[in-house]
């Protein structure tokens, strides 16, 4: 299944993308809550007592679970294979929609152009690697080098917003991490503005991603964290299904 959350960003499923607040600590209760609703989005196309004209005899399959190991000719292995076909089709268009509906609210606030972004950036990659996904075709890989370079040391970038650098820091724990910054950028104007790449016109382009505690999209984060959560723990939990029940 699509990862709605890393289609557009190279820092896909990183502690980079994680949600650093509170709500982090919620994800096993929101997990809990995805997981029930698509039990029972699923338990509502579940077959009644198939077993009573069952053809495979002795079966031995106490719980009729959705992960239980049932045999082809089986009511219940089809409804595993309808499971999987309603998560991949129907169910992901509903999610979609989610996804594009949370993105719209972004549309209600707007950027105070603390130029925050353009002072510190962070990736998991180095610029090596970046150089090298971006020569194998990543889009955001491309962007990201066609406008920030790396800061020569870690105090530099540190220097540039301490807040923010020890929040990344923090969230990456063991992990190495880049920084880097836009040259582009004079005072806190963009210079080349209306040539700016897609990752500069569409920050912050991931509802997981942790901002800078200036940008004023944090109040849209906000507004929908709880549903971001939700929307992904639901599409973990589908790839999760499609991988139990292929
Ligand atoms: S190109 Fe402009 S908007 Fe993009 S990071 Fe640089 S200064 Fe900021
Ligand atoms: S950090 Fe947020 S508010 Fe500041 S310039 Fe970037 S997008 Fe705009």
Redesign the pocket.
């Known amino acids: 299944m699509d990862n709605f959350f890393s289609s557009t960003d190279t820092q896909d499923n990183t502690p980079l993308n994680a949600q650093y607040d509170n709500l982090k600590d919620n994800y096993e209760k929101i997990f809990i809550e995805a997981a029930e609703s698509i039990r029972r989005e699923l338990d509502s196309f579940k077959p009644e007592n198939p077993c009573e004209n069952c053809p495979v005899k002795d079966c031995k399959i106490e719980k009729k679970d959705i992960f239980a190991p049932y045999p082809p000719n089986c009511k219940y292995r089809d409804w595993q294979l309808q499971a999987l076909s309603f998560l991949a089709g129907d169910y992901k268009q509903k999610l979609k929609a989610v996804y594009k509906n949370m993105m719209d609210k972004k549309n209600n606030y707007s950027?105070?152009?603390?130029?925050?972004?353009?002072k510190l950036a962070a990736s998991q990659y180095s610029y090596e690697q970046l150089k090298q996904r971006a020569f194998r075709g990543d889009k955001f890989s491309k962007d990201f080098i066609s406008v920030f370079v790396p800061f020569d040391t870690e105090e530099q970038a540190k220097a540039v917003n301490p807040e923010y650098f020890e929040l990344l820091n923090k969230l990456v724990e063991e992990d190495k991490i880049y920084y880097y910054y836009c040259p582009k950028l004079e005072g806190n104007l963009c210079s080349d503005y209306e040539n700016r790449p897609d990752i500069c016109r569409d920050?912050?382009h991931n509802p997981l991603k942790l901002?800078?505690s200036?940008?004023?999209?944090n109040a849209w984060r906000s507004e929908i964290a709880h549903e971001a959560m939700l929307l992904k723990a639901k599409v973990d939990i589908i790839d999760f299904y499609g991988s139990k029940l292929k």
């Not at 950027?111 to 353009?118: E, G, I, P, R, V």
């Not at 200036?214 to 999209?217: E, K, P, R, T």
């Open positions: 950027c105070n152009k603390c130029a925050a972004c353009c920050f912050p901002l800078p200036d940008c004023s999209y």
